[in-house]
């Protein structure tokens, strides 16, 4: 997941900040990890974002969007 506004982006900075996904999720993971349900920001199956391994990656390894976030649904993952 990518954790960054456009406008970062636009005004030539390098590199995006990234959130790492996995597919094989935990119940009750604690603060290190939030859901995000299949179709949404792209998601085809239910995924845990890994919030304890947040980095910085070059912008070329980005060869596409595969989809994007609601407002609602980051709001769903700052409050959990």
Do not use: H, W, Y
């Amino acid at each position: 997941m990518v954790l960054q506004k456009d406008f970062v982006t636009e005004v030539g900075c390098l590199s995006t900040i990234v959130v790492p996904a996995t597919t094989r999720t935990v119940a009750n993971a604690g603060i290190l990890r939030a859901r995000v349900v299949t179709g949404k920001a792209g998601m085809e199956r239910d995924s845990d974002l890994l919030l304890g391994r947040v980095t910085a990656v070059a912008n070329e390894s980005f060869p596409q969007e595969s989809g994007s976030m609601s407002p609602e649904t980051m709001q769903e993952l700052i409050a959990a």
